[in-house]
């Protein structure tokens, strides 16, 4: 029933369309059940399905294609299609090891289109360089395991299972938005979490965040001889 209802949700958000969306049910979902103990032979012919059925959808889709295109060389459309994806390589490039300084990036003078959103990972890289970028990706992995081993230690498996699906949402919107950004994967439209301009966003991460706070009140403190 879970992965009927899994579908059912991913599809309806495939035929908006809305792939970046669906990917992130679809991850947060996935990991509930991996976490669930579901056997591992269900769990793949999953993966297999939909990524199957995921890659069926983007060859069939003109926009998706021309993403992928785009993907594979931005520059060829640099004053086109491919734009934004240049000019965020060229603001990462641009910062160098320790950036031009908080506040001066000349990328974010209307040369990235709406830096505040989807793409102001660039525009942090520039203005503190490789070694503040470092320090974001750094602080996140920090969080991430941090809760990945609270789910270990949670008190009940309710518990466990909450923090695993939220944790591993923001650990896909992490990867999505810097490999979108760094032209790893092609471009899927999502916001870096408590980054991107958006106060909807912001309100249901750190939501997301009290209640993987209020799992973890309930982990009894070690004991000390």
């Known amino acids: ?17 809305h792939m970046s969306g669906t990917i992130l049910v679809l991850a947060g979902g996935a990991s509930v059940l991996f976490a669930a103990g579901i056997h591992w032979g269900w769990f793949v012919a999953g993966i297999t399905g939909v990524g199957g059925l995921l890659w069926i959808v983007i060859t ?6 021309n993403r992928i295109n785009l993907w594979l060389d931005p520059w060829s459309q640099r004053q086109g ?3 934004q994806t240049v000019q965020s390589l060229i603001a990462i490039g641009s910062g160098g090891m ?28 520039e203005e503190l360089g490789f070694v503040g970028g470092l320090v974001v990706l750094v602080l996140f992995a920090l969080l991430i395991l941090r809760g ?21 949402l923001l650990a896909v919107q992490v990867f999505l938005n810097i490999g979108v950004v760094t032209n790893l994967i092609p471009n ?7 980054f991107s301009y958006g106060g909807t966003a912001l309100m249901i ?12 009140r ?4 070690p004991k000390h001889d």
Do not use: C
Not at 1 to 17: E, S, T
């Open 98 to 125: 320790l950036g031009r300084g908080l506040g001066n990036s000349i990328q974010k003078m209307l040369y990235i289109p709406e830096p505040e959103n989807d793409f102001v990972f660039p525009i942090v890289v």
């Open 81 to 83: 299609l491919g734009y």
């Open 60 to 65: 069939l889709t003109p926009y998706m294609t």
């Open 148 to 168: 990945y081993w609270l789910a270990l230690n949670a008190r009940d498996k309710f518990g466990a299972l909450t923090i695993v699906g939220i944790i591993t």
């Open 218 to 221: 309930q982990i009894p403190p």
């Open 205 to 216: 991460q750190l939501g997301e965040m009290g209640m993987v706070l209020s799992i973890s």
């Open 1 to 17: 029933p879970y992965g009927a209802i899994l579908l059912l949700v991913a599809a309806l958000m495939l035929k908006q369309p």
């Open 188 to 194: 899927t439209g999502i916001s870096l979490p408590f």
